[in-house]
């Protein structure tokens, strides 16, 4: 099929027939991405009465993003659907519309440009927050980040900080893995005795 014979169908459905049944499937074929030949060749198949619309729907309805116009373009009258659909997505506007259903691409018709047009609305902080300062946020922040939770702690860690002279923070990681490890307490508490013995020296 010729880009030109495509783009006809496009802008009149109405010329669908058999003719451009296997024509239409051969596009599908080479360019399986194309959403625009994926709704035509369904419509021909729905036209045409042809058996295998139902299975060419289930594959083509992952082809297809917007479903919805996928339903009302197979299940309508109105040949100028398909060509408003195609001319949307290329970003175009459809010459062939009438005045009062042209696309109007320039006045922002992406998710993007509607955004950028919008008028800027104020940030709302939650009522919570709003008796802290940034210093005692930034505080917060820190004693988080400096303090340890209890799953972290791990008979190497605690190895670590005694390595490292810490005793006070390795007497509090063993008694934390005695906690945690009950089958282990004995050594453990053999390890506090003797970082005790040290420390106190």
């Given amino acids: 099929m010729q880009y ?10 109405g010329l669908l027939s058999e003719e451009t049944l296997p024509e239409l499937e051969k ?3 080479k360019y399986p991405y194309f959403q625009v030949a994926w709704m035509l060749y369904l419509k021909n198949l729905k036209l045409t009465g042809h058996s295998g619309f139902g299975a060419a729907l289930k594959k083509a309805a992952v082809a297809v ?6 339903h009302r373009f197979l299940y309508s009258d109105d040949r ?4 408003a659909y195609y001319f949307e997505q290329a970003g ?3 010459k062939n519309q009438p005045e009062g259903e042209a696309i109007d691409s320039e006045k922002g018709g992406s998710l993007i440009d509607k955004f950028l047009s919008s008028e800027p609305a104020p940030i709302r902080m939650d009522s919570e927050n709003t008796n802290e300062t ?7 922040i820190m004693e988080k980040s400096v303090s340890e939770s209890d799953e972290l702690i791990t008979e190497t860690l605690a190895m670590i900080y005694f390595e490292q002279k810490k005793y006070d923070k ?11 490890y009950p089958e282990k307490s004995v ?15």
């Fill in 134 to 140: 940034p210093e005692e946020d930034e505080n917060e």
């Fill in 27 to 29: 596009f599908t074929e």
């Fill in 65 to 70: 993003p917007d479903r919805k116009k996928l």
């Fill in 4 to 13: 030109e014979e495509f783009y006809k169908l496009v802008e009149n459905p």
């Fill in 80 to 83: 100028n659907q398909i060509s």
């Fill in 92 to 94: 175009l506007t459809n």
């Fill in 170 to 180: 390795a007497l509090d990681a063993f008694r934390k893995l005695s906690l945690k």
């Fill in 187 to 201: 050594y453990f508490a053999t390890r506090i005795e003797e970082i005790e013995k040290l420390k106190n020296i």
